[in-house]
T-cell receptor, first 116, second 113 residues
Framework: EAQVTQNPRYLITVTGKKLTVTCSQNMNHEYMSWYRQDPGLGLRQIYYSMNVEVTDKGDVPEGYKVSRKEKRNFPLILESPSPNQTSLYFC???????????????FGPGTRLTVL | TQLLEQSPQFLSIQEGENLTVYCNSSSVFSSLQWYRQEPGEGPVLLVTVVTGGEVKKLKRLTFQFGDARKDSSLHITAAQPGDTGLYLCAGARHYSSASKIIFGSGTRLSIRP
């Protein structure tokens, strides 16, 4: 089954404790992206990757890091989490340019992060 | 930062009624997408519109891209309880080797039986 998986699904942590949210897709997609979703703000893109070793900032990259060492994996790293990073996080992947006329962006189930 | 404004934010209507959700921006987009999101799940793509003035239909849902590619609408005919969910529009701008996507804040739709 084609899917995007994220782990963990839920995480409660404390300020300053480094954490990683993993994302993996089994569709051999080149494009992957991380979003955060906050009430009233919709989804905002954090980082995206066009291919292995190619990443770029989205609209809200501060406080986050990503890496793309393999095509299927795109982990999101919070080196020193703060309470304002409490949010619902989504990973997504697509075969070509996300938003392209023939490309579907598939989303993972989400990771709900709480930073105390 | 480009903005995509959706209206209304919340909509609760009776089963069988029609409704329209709007997505507006001052920026031009290469394409515009509509997603539906259920609680506890990620958004699922409904449609992508690319050409100004384009209209696409998906059963009782009609999507239109504005002539200037700055706005879009989603019209649902004879709404059913199964249409309940969060509807998100997303505008994409494509560059030579990248793609930037902006999401609207969403319209939470509730259809009462």
């Amino acid at each position: 089954e084609a899917q995007v998986t994220q782990n963990p699904r839920y995480l409660i942590t404390v300020t300053g404790k480094k954490l990683t949210v993993t994302c993996s897709q089994n569709m051999n997609h080149e494009y992957m992206s991380w979003y955060r979703q906050d009430p009233g703000l919709g989804l905002r893109q954090i980082y995206y990757s066009m291919n292995v070793e190619v990443t770029d900032k989205g609209d809200v990259p501060e406080g986050y890091k990503v890496s793309r060492k393999e095509k299927r994996n795109f982990p999101l790293i919070l080196e020193s989490p703060s309470p304002n990073q409490t949010s619902l996080y989504f990973c997504a992947s697509s075969s070509g340019l996300a938003g392209g006329p023939s490309d579907t962006q598939y989303f993972g189930p989400g990771t709900r992060l709480t930073v105390l | 930062t480009q903005l995509l404004e959706q209206s209304p934010q919340f909509l609760s209507i009776q089963e069988g009624e029609n409704l329209t959700v709007y997505c507006n921006s001052s920026s031009v987009f290469s394409s515009l997408q509509w997603y539906r999101q259920e609680p506890g799940e990620g958004p699922v793509l409904l449609v992508t519109v690319v050409t100004g003035g384009e209209v696409k239909k998906l059963k009782r849902l009609t999507f239109q891209f504005g002539d200037a590619r700055k706005d879009s609408s989603l019209h649902i005919t004879a709404a059913q309880p199964g249409d309940t969910g969060l509807y998100l529009c997303a505008g994409a701008r494509h560059y030579s080797s990248a793609s930037k996507i902006i999401f609207g804040s969403g319209t939470r739709l509730s259809i009462r039986p």
